[in-house]
């Protein structure tokens, strides 16, 4: 069975090079700049700039971003039919690429590049025209349950274009920056009681403190230099959740002060199998959680100040981002497509004015 898409070979055999594979050289190049950069604490830096998708319409352009996680089951708890409907709402919207909150391949991560898993579980869903964009992925838990470097491999890049996960990031759009954080290192249950789980701690331990040390010195030299007219952080754990696994503790006491010192606007995370949007009642930060992209925890929530929770839905879909220079539009979808909830840092302004 081939796991080509014939969409990313358009262009290609006329001397061209389509989109999908100019994005995957600029891939191979940042990565491999990571790579050497890593040992300089710095984090990588890509652009996103080639899609047919972006506009300089009003001159500062606008943006279309939509935004899965915890989703790779191979299909099953409705991860099928929520890739569907991803195919049919970012056509409708013209994305301009994905953004996955993490927990890429249940229950384990993947077991090495040659995993057939990485087809069974996004290469062969994912199949939609609308969706033959740039992915950028975090690391969730359950990855971190697998080979580590699978992920974070080109082998993969080479298997299906579309493909990026690096622990930590930014991504620049010109008109947004997108800090991508690699959060799970921050629990420490994972280190102190991993229960009967194995996880991949290669290139972690032994100095786990360092590692984590290094990476917020870095976000927040990253952020503090920030010029975007929007800023928004992307984890795998929650910061703030009312869903099963709830606050996010170390990552409330260690990363959202220096989200709230930088005027962050978003901060979008997986990890609780829901849609939730929370208001900080202390910054303009929004706390958007977007987990729901196959087995959803029905009935699973906590009580919350109805101030602060905007909305919260314990089935399955995605959110898109739909970016402007004058405003940031979040909107939620079900598993059908039905618009579940919208907010816009429009409403934010006047309520606040």
Same mark, same amino acid.
């Given at each position: 069975?081939?796991?080509?898409?014939?969409?990313?070979?358009?262009?290609?055999?006329?001397?061209?090079?389509?989109?999908?594979?100019?994005?995957?050289?600029?891939?191979?190049?940042?990565?491999?700049?990571?790579?050497?950069?890593?040992?300089?604490?710095?984090?990588?830096?890509?652009?996103?700039?080639?899609?047919?998708?972006?506009?300089?319409?009003?001159?500062?352009?606008?943006?279309?971003?939509?935004?899965?996680?915890?989703?790779?089951?191979?299909?099953?708890?409705?991860?099928?039919?929520?890739?569907?409907?991803?195919?049919?709402?970012?056509?409708?919207?013209?994305?301009?690429?994905?953004?996955?909150?993490?927990?890429?391949?249940?229950?384990?991560?993947?077991?090495?590049?040659?995993?057939?898993?990485?087809?069974?579980?996004?290469?062969?869903?994912?199949?939609?025209?609308?969706?033959?964009?740039?992915?950028?992925?975090?690391? /969730?838990? !359950?990855?971190?349950?697998?080979?580590? *470097? #699978? +992920? %974070?491999?080109?082998? =993969?890049?080479?298997? @299906?274009?579309?493909?990026?996960?690096?622990?930590?990031?930014?991504?620049?759009?010109?008109?947004?920056?997108?800090?991508?954080?690699?959060?799970?290192?921050?629990?420490?249950?994972?280190?102190?009681?991993?229960?009967?789980?194995?996880?991949?701690?290669?290139?972690?331990?032994?100095?786990?403190?360092?590692?984590?040390?290094?990476?917020?010195?870095?976000?927040?030299?990253?952020?503090?230099?920030?010029?975007?007219?929007?800023?928004?952080?992307?984890?795998?754990?929650?910061?703030?959740?009312? /869903?099963? !696994?709830?606050?996010?503790?170390?990552? *409330? #006491? +260690? %990363?959202?002060?220096? =989200?709230?010192?930088? @005027?962050?606007?978003?901060?979008?995370?997986?990890?609780?199998?829901?849609?939730?949007?929370?208001?900080?009642?202390?910054?303009?930060?929004?706390?958007?959680?977007?987990?729901?992209?196959?087995?959803?925890?029905?009935?699973?929530?906590?009580?919350?100040?109805?101030?602060?929770?905007?909305?919260?839905?314990?089935?399955?879909?995605?959110?898109?981002?739909?970016?402007?220079?004058?405003?940031?539009?979040?909107?939620?979808?079900?598993?059908?497509?039905?618009?579940?909830?919208?907010?816009?840092?429009?409403?934010?302004?006047?309520?606040?004015?």
């Amino acid at each position: 069975m081939s796991h080509h898409h014939p969409q990313q070979r358009v262009a290609s055999s006329r001397g061209g090079l389509s989109t999908i594979n100019k994005m995957r050289v600029a891939v191979v190049l940042s990565v491999v700049w990571f790579m050497a950069a890593a040992a300089v604490a710095e984090l990588p830096r890509l652009e996103h700039s080639g899609s047919k998708y972006f506009k300089a319409g009003n001159g500062d352009g606008s943006l279309a971003v939509l935004v899965v996680g915890d989703w790779g089951r191979k299909g099953a708890y409705n991860q099928t039919q929520v890739a569907t409907q991803m195919g049919v709402t970012a056509e409708a919207v013209k994305i301009d690429f994905v953004i996955s909150t993490g927990d890429n391949f249940y229950d384990d991560g993947l077991t090495g590049v040659h995993d057939p898993n990485f087809y069974h579980s996004f290469a062969d869903i994912y199949t939609a025209p609308s969706l033959q964009k740039q992915w950028y992925n975090v690391l /969730g838990n !359950h990855d971190y349950r697998g080979n580590v *470097e #699978a +992920q %974070l491999s080109t082998t =993969l890049q080479e298997k @299906d274009p579309r493909w990026l996960c690096i622990r930590s990031f930014i991504l620049d759009t010109k008109l947004a920056e997108f800090f991508f954080v690699d959060t799970t290192p921050f629990s420490d249950k994972y280190f102190t009681d991993p229960e009967d789980h194995v996880y991949d701690w290669s290139g972690l331990l032994p100095d786990r403190a360092t590692y984590l040390s290094n990476l917020l010195a870095d976000l927040d030299s990253a952020l503090r230099s920030s010029k975007a007219r929007w800023k928004i952080v992307v984890g795998h754990h929650t910061i703030k959740s009312a /869903g099963h !696994h709830g606050n996010t503790v170390e990552l *409330e #006491a +260690q %990363l959202l002060p220096i =989200l709230e010192a930088h @005027d962050v606007d978003l901060y979008v995370n997986g990890h609780d199998h829901c849609l939730e949007h929370i208001s900080s009642s202390r910054t303009k930060l929004q706390f958007l959680t977007s987990g729901a992209g196959s087995k959803a925890w029905k009935g699973d929530v906590s009580s919350w100040d109805p101030k602060e929770m905007k909305f919260y839905y314990d089935g399955q879909g995605f959110m898109t981002l739909q970016i402007s220079s004058d405003e940031v539009r979040v909107v939620y979808y079900g598993i059908d497509g039905e618009v579940l909830h919208q907010w816009s840092t429009s409403e934010m302004s006047v309520s606040r004015m």
